[in-house]
Nanobody, 120 residues
Framework: QVQLVESGGGLVQPGGSLRLSCAAS????????MGWYRQAPGKERELVAT?????????NYGDSVKGRFTISSDTAKSTVYLQMNGLKPEDTAVYYC????????????WGQGTQVTVSS
């Protein structure tokens, strides 16, 4: 059973930074894809950042976060990160990680979500 545990969310002032973590219950060394998504109240879930593979492959960012957010990973810790800088009130949302292994569900596995609130 794959389990993903997210952490790092919280309340931050505009212009501040947060780093979200997504710890997997198994190795991510051979992962096919990883991603972060977010959902604000009354809105659909949207892509924040995705990457194929570890250390190689294509990285995509949502237009609204390009240049401010960075997706990364640490295979030794089986953890995927989302570094968020220059946060804006419109970044307020619940953030979810999604990890996909070639042998697992085509839709990948989701974390429980972590709340990020950007407000003064």
């Amino acid at each position: 059973q794959v389990q993903l545990v997210e952490s790092g969310g919280g309340l931050v002032q505009p212009g501040g930074s947060l780093r979200l973590s997504c710890a997997a219950s198994l190795s991510i060394a051979g992962i096919a894809a990883m991603g972060w998504y977010r959902q604000a109240p009354g809105k659909e879930r949207e892509l924040v950042a995705t990457a194929t593979g570890i250390g190689i492959g294509r990285i995509n960012y949502g237009d609204s976060v390009k240049g401010r957010f960075t997706i990364s990973s640490d295979t030794a810790k089986s953890t995927v990160y989302l570094q968020m800088n220059g946060l804006k009130p419109e970044d307020t949302a619940v953030y979810y990680c999604n990890l996909r292994w070639a042998w697992g569900k085509a839709s990948g596995y989701w974390g429980q979500g972590t709340q990020v609130t950007v407000s003064s």
